[in-house]
């Protein structure tokens, strides 16, 4: 095992590792930004190291700085998180000429699943299912609409190197591609310096699966279960659960068991997560591969019990998986809310500022991973993640009702936040009933039937 790490990132998930570290005796180097200088991850690490300026283009996403930092205090390995460089193969690669661990898979393997029209050719080689298209980039409206009628509409475009919804558009007939395509493209080159689009078949009424896989240097793969992340707002995911109610056991065996074939077959190394479509008939595709921990990793920690964070860490040094699949039994249901600071009734606007009160939630089955204090000012530059509720039940009725209690009793004072949207969320028959897909969000949201977005209330729909 590393003797000392350094943290590339900031936030909550810069506290969940600093806390795997302690418990597997690890020291922790915080790289933290002038502006995030009196934040909890700071207080909390043994040594911090300040990497540049508030923008993250200075700090965070600053490859030379912070291999200078590990250098400089001595650190091992350099833990990502997610977001900022964690999918960044150009830094694994910094990382292994500087005789430094990068915790996360190789660079090639970074850079083979960056490009999402390549990944897609590359699980269909290993046996994946995935939705007809075109595995080549098109840089061209005319090469779209040639691909587009080839496929069959409606179709969606996507950036080859894309991720948290940029870069999507769906289009159902050759005017909504017109429309869409060159949209698309901006924000592609904009967001990942890559303009690359690749098209593939829409599926409505989809549910958002992905699998939790885990594999050691030496080919041993296992699977910890799959979650349901199809509630999301604007393509981002904002509640996720496990397991997904909606799958047939043998569905779910069968899509969890070629995940972790194809993750082993691949040659990948560290947590990763494989994601899918499910379309209202129960058959899957695969959509992307994500090189990282999830944001919603602790949904999968609360039903088998297994540490995410502390088997990357072991994995990346070198350690053997010491179970097998067979060890893996999830029981119960666990479920995430991620509460940001965005205000409901001003169209979910960004919010920064002091937070005043801070009194999270507690009580049987309740987990909160967050970075607030009271006190803390919140930076205007970054992600409005402010913390994860995960709540689990023996089943999905109790998680449900001790999510809906925990949201209740938070108290986050100084700045709004989406928690009266969740609870409003949790209330409606759709919801209690799992009968929604990755447009429920919108749908719920222009819905005149129910309660204002921004009051607090918990109502189910009209005649419910």
């Known amino acids: 095992m590393f003797r000392k790490i350094l943290i590339a990132n900031r936030g909550e998930i810069a506290v969940r590792i600093i806390r795997a570290c302690r418990e597997l005796g690890v020291a922790t180097v915080v790289a933290h930004s002038e502006a995030d200088r009196h934040s909890l991850p700071v207080e909390m690490a043994d040594e911090t190291i300040c990497i540049g300026p508030a923008a993250s283009d200075k700090s965070y996403l600053n490859i030379p700085n912070i291999v200078s930092a590990a250098l400089v205090t001595g650190a091992e ?67 779209a609409k040639s691909m587009a009628a080839e496929i069959g509409y409606p179709v969606m475009v996507k950036a080859c190197a894309g991720g948290g919804g940029r870069g999507l558009r769906p289009a159902f007939n050759e005017a909504d591609l017109a429309r869409g395509f060159a949209v698309a493209q901006m924000e592609a080159q904009s967001a990942f310096g890559n303009g690359g689009l690749y098209l593939e078949k829409l599926v409505e009424d989809a549910r958002h699966v992905e ?51 194809a993750a082993a077959a691949v040659g990948y190394e560290g947590v990763g997560t494989i ?16 090189a990282r921990i999830q944001v919603e990793h602790p949904v999968t920690e609360m039903t088998t019990g297994i540490d995410l964070v502390k088997w990357q860490l072991k994995v990346a040094a070198g350690e053997r998986l010491d179970f097998d699949q067979s060890s893996v ?62 709540a689990w039940g023996g089943d999905r009725r109790e998680a449900v009702a001790r999510m809906r209690r925990a949201l209740e009793e938070f108290k986050i004072g100084g700045v709004a936040t989406n928690i009266p949207f969740h609870l409003r969320l949790l209330g409606s028959r759709e919801f209690l009933e799992c009968q929604f897909d990755t447009h429920f969000v919108e749908r719920l949201l222009v819905a005149k039937d129910r309660a204002d977005v921004g009051d607090g209330s918990v109502l189910l729909p009209a005649g419910a």
């Open 211 to 261: 699998v939790q896989v885990l594999v050691d240097r030496y080919g041993n793969a296992v699977h910890l279960g799959e979650r349901d992340c199809s509630l999301q707002r604007r393509h981002q995911k904002i509640v996720e659960e496990s397991p997904c109610v909606k799958l047939a056991p043998d569905t779910r065996a069968a899509m969890c068991e070629r995940a972790a074939m």
């Open 329 to 390: 039994s999830p029981r119960g249901h666990a479920i995430e809310c991620r509460v940001n600071a965005e205000d409901p009734v001003k169209g979910f606007a960004p919010q920064s500022g002091l937070v005043g009160q801070y009194v999270a939630p507690g009580g049987p089955g309740i987990r909160v991973d967050s970075h607030l204090f009271p006190g803390y000012v919140m930076p205007p530059y970054y992600d409005s993640l402010l913390a994860k509720v995960i």
């Open 275 to 290: 994601e899918f479509l499910v379309d209202a008939e129960g058959r899957y595709y695969f959509i992307e591969m994500n």
């Open 77 to 143: 390995a350099i833990h990502p998180g997610y977001g900022f460089l964690s999918e960044n193969g150009y830094l694994a690669e910094v990382c292994e000429q500087c005789q430094i661990v990068f915790v996360g898979p190789s660079a090639g393997l970074i850079e083979q699943f960056h490009d999402k029209a390549a990944a897609r050719e590359k699980m269909r080689a290993v046996g994946l299912p995935i939705l007809p298209g075109v595995d080549k980039p098109v840089y061209t409206l005319d090469a």
